[in-house]
């Protein structure tokens, strides 16, 4: 199983539309976890952070899952500039930071 | 501005040449990260440093080397060993592990 894993998509979806990504990680002494976003070619940004059951900026809603070891992004009301990879960030062991690889969103008129 | 600086951002390398790319932060943050990042993939873990003087091998160290003599500091060399070069580079840092990280805007490295 890998560490931090993620579904890769592409995802294409329409302007207005709901849609979620998950992660799920092998490290159950995890603590902190983060949603980042990475524009082609650019250094990745952090979106949000995820602590205890999760938290809501805006349009974006993320949730945790200790039990099940899974974080997920909801996008709702999709925009055009949501486009972007989103990688899923968890903290391992205290050390160091975990990346998954990334899913692909791509919002289309 | 407190930020986290990476030099160069594009950069050429010979085959079988040494290179070094920089990483310098001012955000006193204790911990430094390198990760490496190849078209269409995610980020794989180089090296990283909790604090001045330590640093641990991350997932694919083989071929790359660093140093942790300042608190700011965390260049990243490149040596002949490592196979197959050419990637996006980037640093990061973060004030402990449970905090987020902030990165470089990256080098890309190609080997000609």
């Known amino acids: 199983r890998k560490e931090v894993e993620q579904d890769p998509g592409p995802f294409n979806v329409p302007e207005g539309a709901t849609v979620a990504f998950n992660c799920t990680y092998s490290n159950s002494a995890s603590q902190s976890f983060f949603w980042y976003r990475q524009d082609c070619r650019k250094e990745p940004k952090l979106l949000m952070s995820v602590y205890s059951s999760g938290n809501e900026d805006g349009r974006f809603t993320a949730q945790l899952n200790r039990a099940s070891q899974y974080i997920s992004l909801l996008i709702r009301d999709s925009k055009l500039s949501d486009s972007a990879t989103y990688l899923c960030?968890?903290?391992?062991?205290?050390?160091?930071?975990?990346f998954g690889a990334g899913t692909r969103l791509t919002v289309k008129p | 501005d407190g930020g986290i600086t990476q030099s160069p951002k594009y950069l050429f390398r010979k085959e079988g040449q040494n290179v070094t790319l920089s990483c310098e932060q001012n955000?006193?943050?204790?911990?430094m990260y390198w990760y490496r990042q190849d078209p269409g993939q995610g980020l794989r873990l180089i090296y990283y440093s909790q604090i001045v003087n330590d640093f641990q091998k991350g997932d694919i160290a083989e071929g790359y080397s660093v140093s942790r003599e300042k608190k700011e500091s965390f260049p990243l060399t490149v040596t002949s060993a490592q196979k197959n070069p050419t990637a996006f580079y980037l640093c990061a840092s973060s004030d402990a592990g449970r905090t987020e990280a902030f990165f470089g805007q990256g080098t890309r490295l190609t080997v000609v």
């Open positions: 955000l006193n943050h204790d911990a």
């Open positions: 960030v968890v903290n391992w062991n205290n050390n160091d930071m975990r």
